[in-house]
């Protein structure tokens, strides 16, 4: 996620960046006041409101992740998985299942 945020945040960069010297180059060919800069202006503001709602929903799947990797780790310490291989032996399915999700959510 976070390698996708930064990816996000270069392309709107290089886009402002863009519509900030069209934005310059119209006022100098025909004023605040043509159409062709009120267009410009309303598609830099049209990208700026796309960049705002990507961003928000990146960070919501974000957190939303931090809660769920949070949750898992709170279940699946390391007592109760073992509770689970003297339980039920190590063999069945239920320990490596818990074995391979405690190994999942050490990863992230």
Partial sequence: MLNEQTYQDVIYAVK???????????????????????????????????????KKALDNELVKFEMLVGAAKNLLTTEEVAFLGEAFGKKSGIYKAAIAAQKAVAIA
Avoid: C, N, P
């Avoid at 100098?28 to 009120?38: F, L, M, N, Q």
């Fill in 16 to 54: 402002k960046a863009a519509a900030e010297r069209e934005l310059a180059l119209l006022q100098e060919k025909g004023g605040v006041e043509s159409a062709e800069y009120a267009k410009a202006t309303a598609a830099k503001l049209k990208e700026e409101a796309a960049y705002i709602t990507k």
